[in-house]
């Protein structure tokens, strides 16, 4: 398996059950009623093409939520998460972070 293969199945992983790294929601998503429906969407995500996803890692998305746009991000952060991971395809030395914004935080 390559290393694209091992982060994309690490992200899908991660993403679908929000186990595994850190998940954040700007206050724009906290503050919604639909915040929870927001969650199982992202979890959900399965629309990745060239554009939002020209690595094949499954690490971003974006959708509509009402009249909004919101994005989700999966960042790879050494285990301190003091700076980026040496290596995503390792969980052993990788902190995932799932952040969930609307686009107008970006």
Known sequence: M???????ELNDS????L???????????????DCNAILETVKRFDAFTNDNDPYGERDFGAFEAGRDSVFWKIDYYNKN???????PADPEV????????????Y
């Open 2 to 8: 390559s290393n694209v293969e091992k982060v994309r």
């Open 14 to 17: 991660f993403r679908q059950s």
């Open 19 to 33: 186990v595994g790294g850190r998940v954040m929601l700007t206050r724009g998503i906290v503050g919604r009623p």
């Open 81 to 87: 998460l003091s700076a980026g991971s040496e290596d």
């Open 94 to 105: 990788t902190t995932r972070v799932l952040t969930i914004m609307l686009a107008q935080e």
